[in-house]
């Protein structure tokens, strides 16, 4: 070695040594940093993260692992492999928790309900779930169910009393085909065939109404009123007439009276009156068979002591429907065998007595004041008795029924009409005399043999069946 250089040799190898050694720990730390910015810069590309310095990525990588919330899906890339510490971890680490920190305030400073602005997945994680569950939770609008029934019910209600007058009608109308042939055929002929009326048409009417056994008085009531309530323009037309006469008819019929109320007392005592061969027996044979029907227990006092056979009659009906009988020897007191009925009625409760009377003329005025003899002692026999008394008439009397009414009515206090035989008369238009004179309600009419036949009043299915054509 030249003697003049200023290095021996081995201070120049440790030189080159020196030199050498820092080349190498340089190169092999650029390196290690060059091949870990690729790794990041791949891993960053793969998760689709907006690129930003690496440095921050890599300090940024614990904080987002510590936001994670339990059970929720981990970020798609970096976080979901298990990746390997990289070389420059030892020297970034410092900065981790200033980073972590700046996160941390910055969360904190958010408002809860706005999305977290670091991974772009968490928006989406979040979106994902918000259709569904609200379209699930929507309750079924329970309030229709209970708000429909009530409406039904009506409904139903109205259905069932339409279809109940409609078999009423129909089992009306054979009762009345006589008198329907008769009065009312010929007042549908005097409007038959017309598209005007001329004022002889009313005389026409008059005259049908007259002789249908109406009466007088209720005849002439009608026609002032169709000339007086009825415009020039509806007195032309034939409809609105025949429909006026329905529904005068109807209003006539229907008169305020209380409901029958068999259960009012205990026992309820019926006085049943009427003149000879009226149908007074069979009317109250009827009437106890659908009282038996109805599960009362009825008794009846045979107060009809005079007319040969009549107890006998009695007693075959009684036996016949399940009643109970009371019967005087013949010749007796009537008031004293209904007397002692409605004190067995009171004693043995029975729910309701019938009691029979004799027929009677109603022009001989020592049997009318029997009858008012026999009303005294019922009111002895038991309180408020007898709490209804019928009137029973032949409709085959006609007009002359309107005459026995008026009769009965002032020696007794009648509280209804049972009109019989309509099946077997064309006067049926008695009826509307009686309860518009008399303004006494008629609470049965008998249309035939049967049981079933002695049937309740009811004014609007009598009407629509007496004026079908």
Not at 83 to 91: G, H, S, V
Not at 153 to 175: F, I, N, T, W
Request: aromatic residues 4%; charged residues 25%; glycine residues 8%.
């Amino acid at each position: 070695m030249d003697p003049s250089f200023p290095l021996n040799t081995n201070e120049l190898i440790e030189l080159i040594a020196a030199v050498g050694g820092l080349g190498v720990t340089g190169l092999v730390g650029y390196l290690a940093v060059s091949r870990a910015r690729a790794r990041r810069r791949q891993q960053i590309e793969e998760s689709g993260e907006a690129p930003r310095r690496e440095v921050e990525a890599a300090a940024a990588e614990p904080d987002l692992e510590e936001e994670e919330a339990p059970g929720e899906a981990g970020p798609i890339g970096p976080a979901a492999a298990p990746a390997r510490p990289l070389p420059e971890a030892p020297a970034k680490a410092p900065r981790a928790p200033a980073h972590g920190a700046r996160a941390a305030a910055s969360h904190a400073a958010r408002p809860a309900p706005e999305p977290s602005p670091e991974p772009t997945e968490r928006p989406a994680e979040k979106r994902a779930p918000e259709p569904r569950p609200p379209a699930q939770v929507i309750p079924f609008p329970t309030p229709a169910a209970p708000v429909e029934k009530p409406r039904a019910e009506p409904v139903q209600r109205e259905q069932e009393a339409k279809k109940e007058a409609r078999k009423d009608v129909a089992a009306l109308a054979p009762g009345l085909a006589r008198t329907r042939s008769g009065w009312i055929s010929r007042l549908g002929e005097v409007f038959a065939g017309r598209k005007e009326m001329d004022p002889s048409v009313v005389d026409d009417i008059e005259k049908v109404l007259l002789t249908a056994d109406i009466g007088v008085r209720t005849s002439q009531r009608l026609l002032e009123e169709i000339r007086t309530s009825l415009s020039r323009k509806e007195l032309k037309d034939p409809d609105a007439v025949w429909d006026f006469l329905r529904q005068r008819s109807a209003q006539i019929l229907t008169l305020e009276a209380p409901p029958l109320k068999y259960d009012s007392a205990k026992p309820f005592v019926l006085l049943v009156i009427g003149v000879n061969g009226s149908g007074k027996t069979t009317t109250i044979g009827k009437l106890a068979a659908q009282l038996v029907a109805d599960g009362k227990k009825v008794l009846l006092a045979a107060g009809d002591t005079f007319r040969a056979a009549a107890t006998e009659q009695l007693e075959i009906w009684a036996n016949r429907v399940g009643a109970t009988m009371v019967r005087g020897k013949e010749g007796a007191d009537p008031s004293s065998v209904i007397f002692e009925g409605v004190k067995r009625g009171t004693a043995e409760g029975f729910d309701v007595v019938i009691a029979d009377t004799a027929g009677r003329l109603h022009t001989k005025t020592d049997l009318m004041e029997e009858l008012q003899k026999v009303r005294r002692v019922v009111g002895k026999a038991g309180p408020g008795a007898p709490h209804e008394t019928f009137l029973v008439i032949d409709s085959t009397s006609g007009q002359n029924a309107i005459a026995q009414a008026q009769i009965f009515t002032q020696a007794m206090a009648v509280s209804g009409i049972v009109l019989t035989k309509l099946d077997g008369t064309a006067k049926g238009g008695v009826i509307l005399g009686i309860a518009d004179q008399l303004q006494i309600p008629v609470r049965y009419i008998g249309i035939g043999e049967r049981v079933e036949d002695l049937r309740e009043f009811d004014p609007e299915s009598f009407v629509e069946a007496l004026y079908q054509t």
